[in-house]
């Protein structure tokens, strides 16, 4: 009982982290109706640049800020010169784009910092809270951190202005231009806190399984799996998502197919949901293009 | 000087022209009716003032050249265009999109006073303030469409068939809003109709569009009076 | 005519419409390949059937990418799916090697067809959703313990090279040169008639415009799942001739990287284009060698670079170019 109670904690903190790369990829998708293949290279990067911010002396925190601010305008900055210049050309040659992106920026990561395994710091304390014997600090701090970024953003986008132009931009872009809204700086602060929140994921799930170049590949697929169950256009959905993907993962690893087979997990959720639900639970039904 | 005028407008949706060298005017305070059948070009016309389609001539707002503008300054610029389709957010409340039209201003106190008025204009709106968008009536979205584009405190209204799909009944409602919002407020609007009896109502000046080109324009009671528009579009 | 470039101007042509020059092209491309074996050694024909291998896994993968608009980011999955029956069929029951081709093509044909279905009902997006989920996980279930005596786990399986039947005094490098030749023409000849016949228009008429095609009767849903099928017979068979070729399957030889090398072969090979898939494969197959040299990361960068570009530079590929070099030649001769 304990073991299952573990998995499940433990699951819950995996979960985080693949909700918030899930929400990344949401709110990238009701923007431009695109899937940001590119999501967890970019996270990647973010995490070794915290990496090395931290190594050269700088404390965990400030590094901490310091890589969510510089993977936001980063963010921005792909949104406006790879993207796009690409908005206008066949789905096709966007989902290559994509593709480009991702592996150019592993081959980046892997070229500037080699490919050997680092460690990476975790800001919680080692111990268990409480010396309880069933949640680490660390997972409990993941949660917590992924609660409290999630609640920044709701807040964010339900009552500010900014956030509101950005939600009419998701949904009409024609309408927004004719109240006065710069489409084009909308889009790119939304890779923008894109690529903040897969910092933020990447810098969590690091201390977990290790720095190197293949780290967000799994998280990456989960997090799909995740966003297409809980809809792909659902940004409650993608946490509600992110979370029940991390138990199944841990408990139908542990207990069903063994722990190796556990990334089946993901493919299986992707084709069950596209076969069953399409658009998973809280999603609007996946239309084809028109 | 007229607050809009538009001169040798040429404008299409890429494979050829649909409009043919248009020339329109608007007076500050004043409405100008643009009538005419489907097909004719007057939806184009409206989109090419605001820059939403490819076009070229000469488009001047208050002596200022808005035709190589981007639409999102035309609208900062204080020209409302309330969409064919009525373009509403329909995801968000009727607050938001209310709120939506106000983006661009940055006096809080005007906004708040325009809530105010759109409230009191439309007091349907109110009623429904935190309602989906979508869930709203026909009739109550055009006002929604409407109240967004007052929200903009604009100095030029470019209203595209705010009477289309909607009962007689609302579509008289709406007019005599429309009426009074045009007294109240000295904003000049550009109103494109298929109905001509209602639109020549409210406006007055008024040309005539047949594929892309005008055929007749003058005030609102010389276009009523001539007999080939009376037998055309009047029903006379 | 899908294989033609825009802009490229009429040229004389033999009576079936193909280009005098192309023609004469292809005849001497051929005529060069059969004769190889005589002037090489056996380390380059080996390379040589490697490429000619992978122009086969190219050619399926574009028959869905480039002719039916639809992505697939897993195809590396199929190739292993291909090279792994082939093995298995071989080691553990001791089928001949030409026998296990069919049955690498026709498991990887059923394995697409009834992975296609579900997603290519929706947005292309969702199949290359799901086909990059597929290229991910399939490496970890080859190496699954649980079916380790089948597939030699983490430490694969190991083949010896067929030798040339008939007592032909060929060395198995060479055989097996000759031997991916003959299905890769046969696959070219077979993949050209698909593309020219009324298959082919009908998946190019779904890629350009669905709706329309749907409205004219065309089985939108049917004809992307048999055209995946397809696509995955070619790239099985063409693992299996890896297998065979390379002597040796092990999970890590099959990732993602892999199916990413694919769609990059298509993209410099040119996408709808079937000469595309030569040019391609001799791009997979040398970058990754001579990048591979400067640095570890060097062949992700180069091929992240290729595909970002593609779009802005050269959007038909090394066949496009070809075919613009090529017709504005005739004119420059004449002046």
């Known amino acids: 009982m304990e073991e299952f109670l573990h998995q499940v904690v433990s699951g819950l903190a995996n979960g985080g982290v693949y909700a918030s790369v899930a929400l990344a990829l949401v709110m990238i998708y009701r923007a431009t109706h695109l899937v940001n293949f590119a999501q967890g290279e970019m996270a990647l990067c973010s995490t070794y640049l915290a990496s090395a911010l931290i ?34 050309a066949p789905v096709l040659s966007v989902v290559i784009v994509f593709i480009g992106l991702m592996v150019a920026l592993n081959s980046l990561a892997s070229w500037v910092f080699g490919t050997t395994i680092r460690t990476f710091p975790s800001p919680f304390p080692a111990r268990p809270p409480f010396g309880n014997h069933y949640i680490g600090s660390h997972e409990l701090g993941v949660v917590g951190v992924t609660l409290g970024m999630m609640l920044l953003l709701y807040t964010f986008f339900r009552h500010t202005s900014l956030g509101l132009a950005m939600r009419a931009v998701a949904q009409n872009q024609a309408s927004s231009r004719l109240v006065g809204i710069r489409v084009g700086r909308m889009l790119a602060l939304g890779w923008g806190l894109a690529a903040a929140v897969g910092a933020v994921a990447g810098m969590m799930v690091a201390p977990v399984v290790f720095l190197d170049p293949s780290m967000m590949g799994g998280v990456l697929l989960y997090a799909f799996a995740a966003a297409l169950l809980g809809g792909i256009d659902s940004p409650g ?48 039904v996946a239309a084809t293009r028109v | 000087m007229s607050l809009l005028a538009v001169r040798s407008l040429y404008a299409g949706y890429g494979q050829g022209d649909v409009l043919h060298g248009i020339d329109v005017d608007v007076a500050a305070g004043g409405v100008t009716a643009v009538l005419g059948s489907n097909g004719a070009g007057k939806t184009t016309l409206l989109r090419a003032v605001t820059g939403m389609v490819d076009h070229r001539g000469e488009v001047t707002l208050q002596g200022r050249r808005i035709d190589k503008t981007p639409t999102e300054d035309i609208a900062r610029l204080g020209v409302a265009h309330v969409p064919e389709g009525r373009g509403t957010f329909v995801h968000l409340t009727t607050e938001e999109n209310l709120r939506l039209g106000a983006y661009s201003r940055r006096d809080r106190p005007g906004v708040a006073a325009d809530f105010d008025r759109v409230y009191q204009y439309f007091p349907r709106l109110a009623e429904r303030r935190a309602q989906q968008a979508g869930t709203l009536s026909g009739g109550e979205q055009q006002m929604l469409a409407i109240g967004r584009g007052l929200m903009l405190r604009p100095k030029l209204v470019v209203m595209d068939e705010p009477s289309f799909g909607l009962a ?11 009426r009074d919002v045009s007294a109240a407020e000295r904003m000049g609007i550009l109103l494109v109709e298929q109905n001509a009896v209602i639109a020549l109502q409210l406006a007055d000046h008024a040309c005539v569009l047949e594929t892309g080109r005008v055929v007749m324009s003058g005030t609102a009671q010389e276009v009523r009076a001539d007999e080939s528009i009376r037998r055309a579009y009047l029903g006379l | 005519m899908v294989e033609s470039a825009p802009g490229i101007h009429p040229t004389p042509t033999t009576r079936t419409g193909v280009p005098r020059w192309r023609t004469a092209a292809v005849v001497i491309a051929v005529v060069a390949a059969c004769a190889l074996p005589l002037a090489a050694d056996d380390y380059r024909v080996f390379q040589v059937t490697l490429v000619v291998i992978d122009a086969v896994a190219l050619l399926g993968l574009n028959l869905l990418t480039g002719y039916g608009g639809q992505i697939s980011l897993g195809h590396g999955a199929f190739f292993g799916i291909g090279a792994y ?30 992975f296609g279905l579900p997603a290519l009902r929706f947005d292309g997006l969702y199949l290359a959703l799901a086909t990059f989920a597929l290229g991910v996980v399939l490496p970890q279930v080859f190496k699954f313990r649980g079916i380790e005596s089948f597939t030699g786990g983490v430490e694969g399986i190991s083949l010896d090279k067929p030798h040339a039947p008939l007592g032909l005094p060929l060395s198995p490098d060479q055989w097996l040169y000759l031997l991916s030749l003959g299905v890769a023409a046969a696959g070219f000849l077979v993949a050209r008639n698909i593309v020219r016949g009324p298959t082919g228009r009908a998946i190019v ?17 049917m004809y992307k799942s048999v055209t995946f099928g397809i696509s995955a017979l070619y790239t099985g068979v063409a ?44 791009f997979i197959q040398f970058v990754p060698n001579v990048a591979g040299d400067l640095s570890k990361a060097a062949p992700g960068a180069v091929y992240g670079l290729v595909l970002l570009l593609s779009i802005y530079a050269l959007p038909f590929g090394v066949s496009g170019l070809v075919k613009r070099i090529a017709s504005a030649l005739p004119r420059r001769l004449k002046k």
């Open chain 1, 55 to 88: 190594e050269a002396g700088v404390p965990y925190w400030l590094a901490f800020s310091a890589t969510v601010g510089i993977s936001f305008a980063a963010g921005m900055l792909i949104e406006r010169v790879i993207i796009r210049p690409a908005a206008r």
């Open chain 1, 237 to 284: 959905g993608a946490v509600v998502g992110g979370f029940v993907v991390g138990v199944l993962e841990n408990v139908v690893g542990a207990y069903l197919i063994g722990t190796e087979l556990k990334l089946t997990v993901a493919l299986a959720l992707i084709v069950g949901v596209l076969v069953l639900r399409p658009a998973g639970l809280f999603g609007s």
């Open chain 2, 168 to 178: 007689p009944l609302v579509v008289e409602e709406i007019y005599r809003i429309l």
């Open chain 3, 85 to 114: 029956t082939t093995a298995i069929l071989v080691h553990r029951f001791g089928f001949p090697y030409w026998a296990t081709l069919p049955c690498a093509g026709a498991v990887c044909m059923v394995a697409g067809f009834l």
């Open chain 3, 205 to 221: 008429a779904i890629r350009d415009s669905p709706i329309a095609a749907a409205s004219v009767g065309i089985d939108t849903a």
């Open chain 3, 239 to 282: 693992g299996g001739l890896s297998a065979l070729a390379v002597q040796f399957v092990g999970p890590d030889s099959f990732s993602a990287f892999l199916s990413i090398s694919l769609l990059v072969g298509i993209v410099v090979g040119g996408l709808a284009s079937l000469s595309g898939a030569i040019y391609g494969a001799i």
